[in-house]
């Protein structure tokens, strides 16, 4: 996954969606082909109320739908 360093940032900075995952987690999704997604799973730390900083926990190619089902759309 060292190669894809750019597109994991940018699937975090722009993901087509955003999923809840565990215990904080936040799991960005991004299209890659019809039937391939990106996932990066990461967490923002906050401060006051305010996004400080946040670190990228993993990323994978997914091509089952059953992995996302269930989990909590938070954006769009």
Request: glycine letters at 6%; proline letters at 3%.
């Amino acid at each position: 996954m060292a190669d894809y360093q750019a597109v994991i940032l940018d699937v975090v900075a722009s993901p087509d969606r955003v999923l809840d995952g565990n215990n904080g987690q936040l799991i960005a999704v991004q299209a890659m082909s019809q039937q391939k997604w990106l996932l990066v799973i990461y967490r923002e730390i906050e401060a006051q109320g305010a996004i400080m900083d946040g670190f990228i926990v993993t990323a994978f190619f997914n091509q089952r739908l059953r992995y996302m089902e269930g989990k909590q759309q938070l954006w769009p």
